[in-house]
């Protein structure tokens, strides 16, 4: 298995420049133990923690080798050093492994992913500046979101939006996209996510024109581009339900940005229970969707992201670190 030496020019060239950080943040250990049912994320030192099933996935899905694993992430880790040499970035392991698996250890397009990952931090400093879980306590108290505690049987956390729950006369819609990035933050890090994907399950439940019209298409796209073209994570399904009639007028303004791909994994249930139940099965669903996991517990959550508060103080809160100097224009990968 392919490891850079000590004396390796990649590393020479990073001496060369002070503004990249080849460190991950530090994690602290007795938050991420405190979470049994959402695992820890990889330690600071990389070392694969895959079953040898998501390792045989990874190669037939990612085209992940893992005797080629580390060569793979020095190749991506040169490549940003010779052509983004002022790029303010990690260059740890578990950080690129992200962008490679996300594109299926296609050099080009991950180096292009973790260009629009980067770029759309410094585009969208109201989303990004102090980010960190306190200042969106507000969104996870009121329920806007959470993630449930068991994945689906293909190992998807699902990410479970209910947009009905915020008035527009409660807080700025950026601090909702504050409060999905950091959720996508922390899910992204354990290294199953990385290869099964997550889903997202959002209840339109008490959806009118106020919450409809109050994005508008600026932010809509804006959203719809970080997701689809500036974020490591795998979105294999969008589940809705209870979606009321002006969702098409919703929709309308979303799906001219979406990828034709992405587009297909949309999946409309209306208050069909039961067709939900066909693509996410009732054993991981609470029961306010006809799950037998129990009511839906929004603290659990609230408690991941808020006891991890210093380790996104550290990614996102450290002067200039929504400022890659000399990070190009977000565009699709």
Not at 132 to 148: I, N, Q, Y
Not at 161 to 181: C, E, M, S
Request: proline share 9%; glycine share 6%; aromatic share 8%.
């Amino acid at each position: 298995m392919f490891q850079a030496s000590p004396a390796s020019p990649s590393q020479s060239m990073a001496d060369q420049h002070e503004s990249i950080d080849l460190m991950s943040p530090p994690v602290d250990p007795s938050a991420a133990a405190g979470h049994s049912w959402f695992p820890a994320p990889p330690p600071p030192m990389y070392s694969c923690t895959l079953t040898p099933e998501l390792v045989h996935k990874a190669r037939e899905e990612l085209q992940e080798k893992p005797e080629w694993r580390l060569r793979d992430v020095q190749a991506l880790r040169d490549m940003i050093l010779k052509e983004q040499p002022n790029l303010r970035t990690r260059l740890d392991d578990a950080f690129l492994l992200r962008f490679l698996r996300a594109r299926k250890f296609d050099y080009d397009r991950a180096l292009q992913l973790l260009l629009n990952y980067h770029a759309g931090r410094k585009a969208w400093p109201e989303v990004f500046q102090d980010l960190k879980p306190s200042t969106v306590k507000h969104v996870l108290d009121l329920g806007f979101l959470t993630v449930l505690p068991q994945p689906d049987p293909s190992g998807r956390y699902i990410l479970c939006l209910r947009p009905g729950k915020w008035k527009p006369n409660d807080y700025p819609f950026v601090d909702n996209v504050r409060a999905i990035y950091l959720t996508l933050e922390k899910l992204i890090q354990p290294e199953e996510t990385q290869v099964n994907g997550i889903v997202i399950l959002a209840d339109y439940t008490g959806v009118g024109m106020s919450q409809a019209s109050n994005p508008g298409p600026f932010l809509a796209k804006k959203v719809v581009s970080i997701l689809q073209d500036g974020f490591p994570i795998r979105i294999k399904a969008v589940n809705i339900i209870n979606e009321p009639r002006i969702f098409k007028g919703i929709f309308a303004i979303i799906k001219p940005f979406l990828k034709e791909k992405m587009a297909e994994r949309y999946l409309l249930h209306g208050s069909d229970l039961r067709s939900l139940h066909r693509n996410i099965p009732r054993s991981v669903l609470p029961e306010e969707y006809g799950g037998t996991s129990g009511q839906l517990d929004l603290c659990a959550w609230s408690r991941v992201l808020l006891d991890c508060e210093e380790e996104f103080i550290v990614e996102f809160c450290q002067p200039g670190s929504t400022r890659g100097r000399g990070a190009p224009r977000l565009h699709a990968a």
